[in-house]
């Protein structure tokens, strides 16, 4: 499965916290493991996408035997920058090292957050996809995404977004995406950065922002727990995993967005390692560990390895350039 026709959906309308890395141990069968060790580096804080998804991927490739053991690193700053500069100049040092990232690592690059991009590290898979939502506290006056868009025709200014991603990055360029479909000046939106999903969710609740721009997998949570309620997914129609969160589509705005997530190595990786790392990779598709923590997540599978990986960056790219024109983000 690939995502670019979600993309092409859409487009219609357009620190190092190793002190308290928590490491797990395989309790499946020595005899299918490929791979001793993973230490998994992560571009963001606690609580965020990038962090469940990390962690996530450990527990499956641990529980199911493939790996021996995994460990994480959390390195926030730069929007990824600070992890990705890491990763190229330890290199040397890091064949052992694997980096999640996301769409951000293609929008932050087209408009210039840091120098590098996706083409300086070594291509190991595209992993899963997660679809965007807006959230609010549970207890908010905001009933449904029309109400948030009225609330916002009324006074753009009484509206404030929140998302754990730079501006320009890509909580802020879903959240206008859905605006623009709404029919409102998606540049008058006024869009607070957080470092991380845990900061961001800390500002909903606190009031600071009036609605959040995030993953489904990490509002999946939040909701359950009775803190937040989901007004909008990007998904096509509901999913299992919330079925109680209305679809943007559904009420009324065509809008449909996934984000791919995946792991890169650093550059200079040995052809033969990175390509155990993808048949690792593969191999945990297979196993009902996998299953059970896609399942919990909302995730779905979109698996992309080695050149395929590359080729569908590279799609990507061009296609999310033109809707950052279109929208204003960047200069042609």
Avoid: C
């Amino acid at each position: 499965m690939r995502t670019m026709k979600h993309f092409a959906s859409g487009l219609r309308t357009i620190a190092i916290a190793s002190a308290g890395a928590m490491v797990f141990a395989a309790s499946a069968n020595a005899t299918n493991k490929m791979i001793d060790s993973i230490h998994f580096l992560i571009p963001g804080g606690a609580g965020g996408g990038w962090d469940g998804t990390a962690r996530g991927t450990g527990e499956a490739l641990t529980k199911s035997g493939l790996v021996g053991s995994a460990s994480f690193e959390n390195m926030s700053g730069g929007g990824s920058g600070k992890a990705i500069n890491y990763l190229i100049e330890n290199a040397a040092s890091s064949k052992g090292t694997l980096m999640v990232n996301s769409t951000p690592i293609i929008i932050r690059s087209l408009v210039g957050r840091f120098p590098h991009n996706f083409r300086d590290l070594t291509m190991i898979a595209g992993t899963i996809g997660d679809y965007a939502a807006l959230i609010v506290k549970e207890d908010s006056p905001i009933t449904d995404l029309k109400d948030l868009i009225a609330r916002f025709n009324a006074n753009p200014r009484s509206i404030k977004v929140g998302g754990g991603s730079v501006p320009g990055g890509m909580d802020h360029l879903v959240a206008a995406m859905i605006f623009k479909a709404a029919g409102a000046d998606a540049n008058k939106v006024k869009y607070i950065p957080y470092d991380t999903g845990g900061k961001l969710n800390a500002a909903i609740l606190a009031g600071e922002v009036t609605v959040g721009s995030t993953g489904f997998s990490e509002a999946i949570g939040l909701t359950k727990a009775g803190e937040m309620r989901v007004i909008a997914v990007t998904a096509p129609e509901r999913l299992e995993a919330l079925p109680e969160a209305p679809t943007v589509k559904e009420q009324g705005y065509d809008v449909e967005f996934v984000n791919w997530r995946g792991f890169f190595a650093a550059p200079g990786l040995p052809a033969d390692t990175a390509e155990t790392y993808r048949n690792v990779i593969a191999a945990m598709y297979e196993t009902k560990e996998w299953d059970e923590v896609r399942n919990r997540n909302g995730w779905v599978n979109i698996h992309n390895s080695g050149d395929d990986f590359t080729k569908f960056l590279e799609d990507q790219e061009s296609t999310i350039k033109s809707l950052m024109i279109e929208l204003g983000f960047i200069r042609k």
